[in-house]
């Protein structure tokens, strides 16, 4: 199942959005996100925000098919990379909060989608050229995962109190969100596209997609004072699943 058009993918990702909030599933949260994203794309079309729009409506498709698929070969418990494997199975996880679900997606879809799509749409040649837009769809969603953060420190108190005072779990979250991960996308689809010149495409994106799916376990917090925060925020974050995506499509 695949969008041909924007507005393809925008219905696509509703109807992953609902069934999430069916299923009480928090895969809903990064669709939720995404969806929005889409949007942000869509209303910046023709307003010279892109420096080519139809290059950017195109990248746009493919990047969210690379979502949109992963998400129907989980749910048919077919074949996936493995940073969306991982992403999708710790959405089981009840101990993570909202952001770290919205991040583990944000961790496969740019450190590893990204840059594939971006070599879908340029060459060897041309994709200096696609830097500046690039870069703008990044910022378009890591603005958002910003907005969210707010949006939830509004409604869940400790997790403002605990980000502030606890400088390495904020500077990680803000640190992945933004420049991080663009740069690191970046980068890659630069070695991608001369790798498929060299038809050595599948292997680089084989290592990309392991270095990717061990990144996500930095997204846990693993650390003992980190736990307890993140537990502290998780036993605040009232509501059921489907409340909080709508919580998210409601202020985004």
């Known amino acids: 199942m695949e969008a041909k058009t924007i507005d393809e993918v925008i219905v696509l990702l509703e109807d992953i959005i609902q069934t999430s909030c069916d299923e009480e599933s928090t895969i809903g949260y990064f669709a939720a996100l995404y ?18 729009d139809a290059r950017m409506e195109q990248l746009d498709i493919i990047f969210a ?13 077919k074949k996936n990379t493995k940073s969306w ?10 101990d993570l909060i909202v952001l770290q679900h919205l991040i583990l997606g944000m961790n496969a879809h740019i ?30 969603l890591a603005s958002l995962v910003d907005d969210v953060k707010n949006d939830l420190s509004m409604i869940w108190r400790p997790l403002v109190w605990i980000l ?5 779990i904020d500077n990680f979250l803000i640190n992945f969100s933004m420049g991080i991960a663009r740069d690191g996308a970046w980068k890659f689809a630069n070695e991608l596209v001369l790798e498929k010149e060299n ?3 599948a292997q680089c994106t084989a290592l990309r997609d392991d ?7 930095q997204i846990l917090c693993k650390g003992t004072l980190e736990r307890i925060l ?8 009232w509501g059921s699943v489907s409340h909080k995506i709508g919580f998210l499509r409601k202020k985004l």
């Open 35 to 52: 969806q929005k994203v889409t949007i942000a794309v869509k209303e910046k079309l023709n307003t010279n925000y892109f420096d080519d």
């Open 230 to 237: 993140f537990k502290i925020i998780k036993l605040t974050e």
């Open 85 to 94: 494997e991982v992403a999708f199975e710790l959405s089981k996880n009840n």
């Open 65 to 77: 098919n690379r979502y949109i698929v992963a998400y129907y070969n989980y749910k048919l418990g």
């Open 211 to 217: 270095k990717i799916a061990i990144l996500s376990e």
């Open 199 to 201: 038809f050595n495409e």
């Open 164 to 168: 502030k005072r606890v400088k390495k």
């Open 111 to 140: 450190n590893l989608d990204l840059g594939i799509a971006a070599t879908e749409v340029s060459d060897a040649s041309s994709i200096q050229h696609l830097q500046a837009d690039f870069y703008k769809i990044n910022d378009l």
